[in-house]
């Protein structure tokens, strides 16, 4: 199973709008005309998001859509290969986003998860909804070893050869 879409909703549409296919390069799929806006994710179009205005329709017990009476904080990964990852990042940093890792520092490198074993970082949207980026790793997951910066995994993976 595969997870295809997910919504969020927003404050101001048009602030979020120049967010996501700014700084993310996400591509527009349908505009309802209803203040509720869907992206592409990526080139297959296999996944993507759903961006609605705060106070739009469709927030009823019988709706598919989410509760839009308000701005509940929600925590979005979105994977890219490793090859792209730092130059992501740099773009990012470049464009004012403020890049943390999972301790909350600022870092350009990421930290990494070695249980799965990825690298990430961490960044808010305009509402504050925290967004991640994120690439696995080639090497065997290590459920043992504690989360780590990038230079950090990198140096212990070198000394376990």
Do not use: C
Not at 32 to 52: A, K, R, V
Not at 103 to 122: A, D, K, L, Q, R
Not at 144 to 154: G, L, N, R
């Amino acid at each position: 199973m595969q997870l295809v879409e997910q919504h969020l909703v927003v404050s101001d549409l048009k602030r979020s709008t120049d967010f996501y296919e700014k700084k993310l390069g996400f591509t527009l799929g349908y505009d309802t005309g209803n203040n509720i806006l869907f992206y592409w994710l990526d080139p297959e179009h296999q996944s993507m998001l759903g961006l609605w205005q705060q106070g739009s329709a469709g927030n009823g017990p019988d709706s598919s859509g989410p509760d839009t009476s308000q701005i509940i904080r929600q925590h979005l990964a979105f994977q890219l290969p490793l090859p792209q990852f730092h130059e992501t990042v740099q773009r990012l940093k470049e464009d004012g986003l403020q890049i943390t890792d999972f301790f909350g520092n600022e870092t350009e490198e990421g930290s990494v998860h070695p249980w799965m074993p990825i690298v990430s970082v961490y960044f808010p949207d305009p509402d504050g909804h925290v967004l991640e980026l994120l690439s696995f790793l080639p090497e065997q997951p290590r459920p043992d070893w504690p989360a780590m910066s990038y230079s950090e995994w990198q140096q212990r993976i070198a000394d376990k050869g």
